[in-house]
């Protein structure tokens, strides 16, 4: 089993729509939790942190629910700009002293936002 | 702002060729990594370097060495380049953790052909 699994989509939604991701980790003590962007042909960049508690950023709201070990991300009043693969990413629990920093990527959801 | 550069950004190689892909950070990162990210498999982490002259095998470090021989720069090599490392390589830095620096910052990316 894949240490972080995510629907790679992809997801075709008009602009307006709300579109739900779900991603799942198997490790149920990895430390922390992401979403990262990825635009076609650019390098990753961190959306937002996953916090237990929920979190909003404008459109974007985050969940985390650590006892079905899943993680999502919804989008509201999609824009075209929305348009990139989104990768589910997890801090997995310290194994030992050189393991700071270390993030485990899923393979990323592709979502396409058209008019 | 952070800054990650990789030395090409296209590059083009025959087999059994040694290549050197460079990395450079201006934001006084402890870690460094390198990952390839291939269709369907996502980002796989190769190596890191948690300090100068420190290094820790990832998840794929078959065929692959690395050197940290400066805290700005983080190399990859290819000691032998076989058809099937031809993929996209990105760097990434971060800040050590506990001084909220699980973020990591992506360069550009290297596309890799191998001949």
């Known amino acids: 089993r894949k240490e972080v699994e995510q629907d790679p989509g992809p997801f075709n939604v008009p602009e307006g729509a709300t579109v739900a991701f779900n991603c799942t980790y198997s490790?149920?003590?990895?430390?922390?939790f992401f979403w990262y962007r990825q635009d076609c042909r650019k390098e990753p960049k961190l959306l937002m942190s996953v916090y237990s508690s929920g979190n909003e950023d404008g459109r974007f709201t985050a969940q985390l629910n650590r006892a079905s070990q899943y993680i999502s991300l919804l989008i509201r009043d999609s824009k075209l700009s929305d348009s990139a693969t989104y990768l589910c990413?997890?801090?997995?629990?310290?194994?030992?002293?050189?393991?700071?920093?270390?993030?485990?990527f899923g393979q990323g959801t592709i979502l396409t936002v058209h008019p | 702002d952070v800054k990650v550069t990789q030395s090409s950004r296209y590059l083009v190689k025959r087999t059994g060729e040694k290549v050197f892909l460079e990395c450079v950070q201006d934001?006084?990162?402890?870690?460094m990594f390198w990952y390839r990210q291939d269709p369907g498999l996502g980002l796989r982490l190769i190596y890191f370097?948690?300090?100068?002259?420190?290094?820790e095998k990832g998840d794929i470090p078959e065929g692959y060495s690395v050197s940290r021989e400066k805290k700005e720069r983080f190399s990859l090599i290819l000691e032998s380049a076989s058809t099937n490392q031809t993929s996209m390589y990105l760097c990434?830095?971060?800040?050590?953790?506990?001084?909220?620096?699980?973020?990591?910052?992506f360069g550009p990316g290297t596309r890799l052909l191998v001949l």
């Open positions: 934001m006084d990162h402890e870690n």
């Open positions: 490790n149920s003590a990895s430390q922390s």
């Open positions: 990434a830095s971060s800040l050590v953790l506990g001084t909220g620096g699980e973020t990591q910052y």
């Open positions: 990413v997890v801090k997995p629990a310290n194994a030992g002293g050189t393991s700071y920093g270390k993030l485990t």
């Open positions: 370097s948690y300090d100068v002259k420190m290094k």
